[in-house]
């Protein structure tokens, strides 16, 4: 599906907000949240985002552009709004 030129951005990034995200960061509010969790979950949503946005290795993308251009927070931030 990440992989579909059919489907826009925009909605691939809602699609990963609603179904990944929201899982991944279920009850993260009740985590204890030590630096190694926050970078792990990073790292796991830049990837996904990454190939929403079909960049692959060697190209390389900063994490503040990558957030920018699919409107999203940094991990962190995300799970201290939820508190």
Known sequence: MWNSKQLPTNIKVRIFNTNVKA???YGAETWRTTIT???KV???IDSCLLKILNIHWPDTISNSLLWERTNQLP???EI???R
């Open 75 to 77: 991990a962190e931030e």
């Open 37 to 39: 969790t926050i970078k």
């Open 23 to 25: 899982v991944l960061l």
């Open 80 to 82: 201290r709004k939820r």
């Open 42 to 44: 990073q790292v796991f």
